[in-house]
């Protein structure tokens, strides 16, 4: 298995994973959503919105928008989920294109991250494995959050294994994708 083609399965299982953790978490009130917990951010809604935020500034740095930073620093957070989520779904779907339409050559290109005072350049395929990484990390904060409400955290891990379908059936339909737009030909 190509390195790309396990980018092409990561982008779509970080779609996956952050529908279902959006729509466990729909009950939540938007106090619940706000209020103080304990992790790297102080609540969901802050640790929500960082992934959201990272996202945006990563998928630009990809595109090579001459505004990543910019669009860093005029990020606004949304102060609820019905907001937050289809603000990440947008995201998600930008990244899985990003990567549909990605070689492995443009794996090997580098970008530039403007980071203000620094612009260093990395390849394309690390920015891919640390913006997977880095949703995963903090999804995983989310799910240890959930666990002080009373929202069930939900299963999150089981998109990458492909004799699990029956376990994401729902998501897929959901979205509108089949098997074999997870996992390719």
């Known amino acids: 298995m190509r390195a790309l083609d396990l980018l092409r399965i990561a982008a779509r299982a970080n779609r996956l994973a952050n529908r279902r ?7 939540l009130s938007d106090a619940d959503l706000h209020a103080p917990r304990t992790s790297f951010f102080p609540s969901l809604a802050a640790t929500l919105n960082h992934i959201l935020a990272v996202d945006i500034y990563y998928i630009a ?8 930073e910019a669009q860093w620093r005029r990020f606004v957070p ?4 019905a907001e937050l989520a289809p603000r990440q779904a947008a995201s998600d779907e930008r990244l899985i294109r990003y ?18 005072e620094t612009k260093p350049a990395e390849r394309v395929g690390h920015v891919l494995m640390h913006l997977t990484m880095h949703q ?10 959930l666990s002080g409400t009373s929202v069930e955290p939900p299963q ?6 492909p004799n699990e379908t029956a376990l994401r059936v ?4 959901a979205l509108g994708w089949s098997e074999r737009d997870l996992f390719g030909p």
Request: proline share 2%; aromatic share 2%; with cysteine.
């Open 21 to 27: 953790l959006h729509a466990a978490m729909a009950p």
């Open 61 to 68: 740095a990809l595109h090579r928008e001459a505004d990543m």
């Open 78 to 81: 949304a102060r609820t989920l």
């Open 99 to 116: 990567v549909e339409g990605l070689d492995d050559a443009g794996c090997d290109a580098l970008i530039v991250l403007d980071r203000g």
């Open 136 to 145: 995963t990390h903090h999804r995983g904060q989310v799910h240890a959050m």
């Open 156 to 161: 999150l891990d089981e998109f990458l294994m």
């Open 170 to 173: 729902d998501d897929l339909r």
